[in-house]
């Protein structure tokens, strides 16, 4: 077989690992097979590196040996960073506009592919040295030798001697423009690195305010400030509902959980944790003194003109301090009822017998981070109006709402959730909104009030909705007052929405049936989609989170299984076969036969408590 057949066959890459005997012809015929074979459409590389037949090292190495054979495009796309038909259409737009544009200015101007991606692609395939000069630092002797508007001008900036040379950073090195003006300043014996634009404007902004404290170190309070600062904001524009900062041997890591699922943001020097962490005791206005002791703690930061609240925990490991920090957005726009996520047959049956009683516990359970609290301030939104009076004990308020009496606890004097509990039926409420039951003591108050007439809308920590009536009764509250007063228990999670810019059809693998116990005729009618990933998704294949939610509506036959304490499988088989309970699973199934989730994500994140019935049965029974 002749290299280019091979190439033809293969792909760049592929090829150019075959040549170097990082692969034989035998492994790649058996990765074409397996290939073939995949349902959802992969790289041929991906396939050899899941059968580990090479190394990530060994692709890069060879990649540097043949770097000036090869075309960005096809290096993108063989690595699997870009799809074959977005390349097309960035050549496509390359050739209308015929301007000269360079092709990696349209991938990242038409959101084909992150800028980051794109200059690590260049490095490898040039050979030019990635640097990222927020970490690596800036020369200052060098740095003096050319006056400020000419690093704007050029979005260059030095570096360091590296023996005889000095590597200076560029945004685009193969400029030789950008290369004659810094030999000019810098001498001819250059070193030319890549790096991020907006990564070289902050450094040059950076260098301008003077020298740091250390090169090892390199950081002065107002660089731990704004490090911080970035993490926090960079958190939130990305859409963040909690940030993690965690001592590690060798580093500090930074995650964020975006979408439900923890991503990593950045590392940075073991020897910054001290200064990062004092600077967020700080903030919090937590004891900077102790550091063997965990400790808790709130801060406001302004983002976009809007205030936010985020709740801090710090906790002591044997590796340092580590720390979370909670996004607590004060939002002032709710989400309708219709648009939470309910199937419509539940909705409309959860409307009707359940928020319009006049009286009774509405339980709604799930997780932390399962959307409780948006779904509790829809149903308040839904009840307001100026004939009915609705006060709140809440930590803290999240959601403010016109026209209902809204408390904010703060235990720091002495406004704990007790205290507000024993006023709260004083205020004459005609429905009370009891943030969390937490203990005994607010269970029993939330049961109390609706005896004496009113409406209770709480949250509860509990796996799913018959596990909040069995945590109520291991709360030892007495059974007939159970059943007497909580009228309905909504269970929910939030599972990751299928990307719309890059889904498509995919079957799911007899494996995911089997594990659901089905077989083919159980999921007939399904629109099954899965996201192949794209820079709208950070090529996650996802984008946002859907709702899933379980029901259940206390009948006779319910309560009468409560004061008779049977067991959460009795009460559960009870509620499907009498009160029209679907499980989360089920719910989760029909999500995902309607393009909305994948199975993957319904299988991670939600509790399988029985065999779940029959596609067509369950969208009967949801009205979906």
């Given at each position: 077989m ?18 170097d ?7 790649v ?12 459409p ?9 059968l580990?037949?090479?190394t ?14 090869m075309?960005i495009g096809?290096l ?10 977005d ?5 496509s ?16 101007e ?28 800036v ?34 090195p193969l ?8 030999q ?33 170190i390199?950081?002065?309070?107002d660089?731990v ?10 958190a ?14 060798d580093?500090?890591?930074v ?12 590392d940075?020097?073991?020897?910054l944790?001290?200064p990062?962490?004092?600077?967020i005791?700080v ?5 900077i003194?102790?550091?063997r002791?965990?400790?808790g ?10 205030e936010l ?26 989400l ?11 909705l ?5 017998e ?7 516990v ?9 959307g ?8 308040i939104?839904?009840?307001n ?11 803290p ?6 026209g209902?009496g ?14 507000t ?7 004459d ?5 009891i943030?969390?039951?937490r203990?005994?003591y ?9 005896l ?5 809308l ?19 509250i007495?059974?007939?007052?159970i059943?007497?007063t ?12 299928t ?5 498509q059809?995919?079957k ?6 089997q ?6 005729n ?11 990933g ?20 206390l ?10 304490r049977?067991t ?8 499907i ?16 036969a309607n ?10 994140c939600?509790p ?6 029959p ?10």
């Amino acid at each position: 077989m002749n290299a280019r057949n091979a190439t033809q066959d293969y792909g760049e890459i592929v090829n150019i690992l075959i040549k170097d005997g990082f692969l034989t012809l035998q492994q790649v015929d058996y990765a074409l097979r397996v290939h073939a074979k995949l349902e959802f459409p992969k790289p041929l590389l991906d396939v050899i590196k899941t059968l580990e037949f090479v190394t990530d090292e060994q692709i890069r190495q060879a990649i540097r040996n043949h770097r000036l054979s090869m075309r960005i495009g096809n290096l993108l796309v063989e690595l699997g960073y870009l799809a074959q038909e977005d390349l097309e259409t960035a050549f496509s737009i390359q050739k209308e506009k015929q301007s000269g544009q360079k092709l990696g200015e349209i991938l990242i101007e038409q959101h084909f592919i992150e800028e980051r991606t794109l200059i690590e692609a260049l490095s490898l395939q040039m050979g030019f040295p990635f640097v990222e000069p927020e970490f690596t630092g800036v020369d200052r002797e060098l740095f003096s030798r050319a006056p400020f508007k000419w690093y704007e001008v050029h979005d260059i900036v030095p570096i360091r001697r590296e023996a005889e040379n000095v590597l200076v950073a560029f945004a685009d090195p193969l400029d030789q423009k950008e290369i004659d003006a810094a030999q000019q300043i810098f001498g001819p014996n250059l070193l030319p690195g890549i790096a991020l634009r907006k990564e070289i404007r902050k450094a040059i902004s950076k260098s301008l305010k003077g020298p740091r404290e250390s090169d090892e170190i390199a950081m002065d309070d107002d660089s731990v400030v704004g490090i911080v600062n970035s993490i926090i904001y960079d958190a939130i524009k990305n859409g963040a509902s909690d940030i993690h900062i965690e001592p590690l041997a060798d580093r500090l890591r930074v995650r964020c959980r975006l979408d439900g699922v923890l991503n990593h943001y950045k590392d940075f020097s073991i020897d910054l944790m001290p200064p990062i962490v004092s600077r967020i005791k700080v903030l919090c206005d937590a004891d900077i003194s102790e550091r063997r002791r965990h400790q808790g703690g709130r801060m406001q930061f302004v983002f976009d003109g809007d205030e936010l609240d985020l709740r801090v925990s710090i906790y002591g490991t044997i590796s340092g301090q580590k720390i979370v920090m909670r996004v607590l957005n004060r939002q002032t726009s709710l989400l309708p009822l219709k648009e939470l996520g309910m199937p419509s047959r539940m909705l409309e049956r959860y409307v009707r017998e359940a928020l319009e009683v006049p009286s009774g516990v509405v339980l709604i359970t799930g997780p932390t981070g399962s959307g409780k609290t948006t779904t509790v301030y829809s149903c308040i939104n839904h009840l307001n109006s100026p004939e009915t009076s609705i006060i709140t004990a809440e930590e803290p308020v999240e959601y403010v709402i016109d026209g209902i009496g809204q408390c904010s606890i703060n235990p720091r004097i002495n406004l704990t959730f007790e205290e507000t509990l024993r006023h709260i039926v004083r205020q004459d409420p005609d429905i009370i909104v009891i943030g969390e039951i937490r203990d005994n003591y607010s269970a029993e108050v939330a049961v109390q009030s609706a005896l004496t007439g009113h409406k209770v809308l709480t949250t509860f920590h509990t796996e799913d909705s018959i596990g909040g009536l069995v945590r109520l009764l291991n709360m030892d509250i007495e059974a007939f007052l159970i059943s007497s007063t909580v009228i309905s228990v909504v269970a929910q999670r939030l599972v990751r929405r299928t990307c719309p810019s890059c889904s498509q059809p995919y079957k799911p693998t007899p494996a995911d049936l089997q594990r659901l116990a089905y077989g083919p005729n159980d999921v007939l009618g399904a629109n099954f989609q899965k996201g192949r990933g794209c820079a709208n998704c950070r090529h996650t294949g996802y984008t946002g989170r859907v709702g899933i939610f379980e029901l259940l509506i206390l009948d006779e036959n319910v309560r009468d299984a409560l004061l008779m304490r049977k067991t959460s499988h009795e009460i559960r088989t009870m509620s499907i076969e009498s009160s029209g309970l679907v499980t989360l699973m089920e719910e989760g199934i029909v999500k995902a036969a309607n393009g909305h989730t994948t199975l993957e994500e319904v299988l991670r994140c939600l509790p399988r408590t029985q065999r779940p019935r029959p596609l067509g049965e369950l969208r009967r029974l949801l009205g979906d």
